[in-house]
């Protein structure tokens, strides 16, 4: 086992019997993206195993030697004897990390370390031990926190039938320009728009249709909800939250509060020093900053109209029924957003823009509570969440 030296101290198996792959991506940017594939052990905790699945970035617990072997088969991707061959001649890049099954070879394993390539045979549980502790890497308890969880969920008959995310989804970029966003998961449904190279979704749902073709349910601006071919998405690094957060001094115990990074453009949501959720969000632009400081939202509303106009604003703009609104300092605001979906960047006048997923999230769990008027103002008996914006 080799110990990390970094400084920072499917719902359904993919059996798809073709070279076809999860479109992935190797940003060097945090942990969750430099450790992809690799077999973590927590060495503050037992030596707890990790693996970072290459598909989405996150961390699945592997537990005993079993739950490991069926674990890595859940998040497998299938290939036939033909292309088995071909991968195993001259491993591309793509394959890093990913565990490959051999439908027609009765579900054979087989993992490709991320690092040199090499294929290893999963034969059972006691080849996924062996794995687990040779080809493994020490990480600390505070390093692995920085990489979300994901969970597979299994039915009665020990079957997966869905998965979850620690922070409700997972992070895309999309590849191409002119993507279609389609109502269902398939190519006939009808068309909502498109999606355009740079452009980020957050991932809520996997669907296959009829034809073994995977969908991505997502999350986002424009369309929330609605799907697109996972082809056309590479995985990118997942938000991590600010490694050593400033509990602001006015959070009590079981307080929800907001940090906002706004160079990173990540927002994360907190319950008193634990983290809850972490989120890419878009701030302002140069010309246009999101204000630093502390503050608490004073007035909250379910939708509302927003307008702006030069020198606050780079251009005129209205925009009705904004989603999701949480005012904290005058008109700087925390909101849904359907007209963009460029989250990860400085993009706004002013505002942080979130996807409207995140932003009704965000809304419904932290004060002031609100009832069934669209809009309340926070008062002594029901104080406005507190929004921690700094660099």
């Not at 037992?46 to 674990?71: N, Q």
């Not at 190279?197 to 424009?222: F, H, M």
């Not at 959720?277 to 608490?296: D, F, N, Q, R, W």
């Not at 020198?311 to 999701?324: K, M, N, Q, R, S």
Request: contains cysteine; aromatic residues 14%; charged residues 20%.
């Amino acid at each position: 086992m080799k110990l990390l030296k970094y400084g920072i101290a499917v719902f359904l198996i993919y059996s798809v019997f073709s070279m076809a792959s999860p479109a992935l991506a190797y940003p060097e940017s945090n942990l969750s993206s430099r450790l992809s594939g690799k077999i973590l052990l927590d060495v503050d905790n037992k030596g707890e195993a990790w693996y970072v699945y290459p598909g989405d970035f996150h961390r699945y617990y592997l537990g005993t030697p079993s739950d490991a072997y069926d674990i890595m088969k859940y998040l497998s991707l299938g290939v036939s004897n033909d292309n088995f061959i071909k991968i195993a001649s001259s491993t591309e890049d793509r394959f890093k990390g990913l565990i490959l099954l051999k439908p027609e070879d009765n579900g054979q394993a087989y993992y490709v370390n991320p690092d040199t390539k090499v294929l290893t045979y999963l034969a059972d549980a006691t080849g996924a031990y062996a794995l687990m502790r040779e080809d493994s890497l020490g990480i600390t308890s505070q390093n692995l926190e920085t990489i979300p969880i994901g969970k597979i969920i299994l039915n009665d008959t020990g079957q997966p039938v869905k998965r979850q995310w620690q922070y409700l989804g997972w992070w895309g970029a999309v590849k191409q320009n002119y993507v279609p966003v389609m109502t269902e998961p398939n190519s006939v449904s009808k068309r909502l728009g498109y999606l355009y190279q740079a452009n980020t979704v957050k991932i809520l749902d996997l669907k296959k249709d009829e034809d073994g073709v995977l969908w991505y349910k997502i999350d986002g601006g424009q369309y929330p909800g609605a799907y697109i071919n996972s082809t056309f998405i590479n995985t990118i690094a997942q938000p991590t939250p600010t490694k050593e957060v400033v509990l602001p001094s006015d959070v009590a115990v079981d307080d929800y509060w907001l940090d906002v990074n706004i160079i990173k453009n990540i927002l994360t949501v907190y319950k008193y020093d634990q983290v809850v959720m972490a989120t890419y969000v878009s701030t302002g632009l140069k010309e246009t900053p999101t204000i630093y400081g502390l503050y608490h939202v004073w007035y909250k509303l379910y939708k509302t109209r927003m307008t702006g106009n030069p020198p606050t604003a780079l251009h005129a703009y209205d925009l009705i029924d904004v989603p999701w609104t949480m005012y904290y300092k005058g008109s700087f605001a925390v909101h849904g957003t359907y007209w963009h979906d460029n989250f990860g960047s400085q993009r706004s006048a002013g505002c942080t823009n979130m996807t409207q997923g995140d932003a009704k999230f965000i809304f419904d769990l932290t004060n002031p509570v609100i009832d069934s008027a669209n809009s309340v103002r926070s008062t002594i008996d029901n104080p406005g969440v507190v929004v921690n914006n700094h660099y």
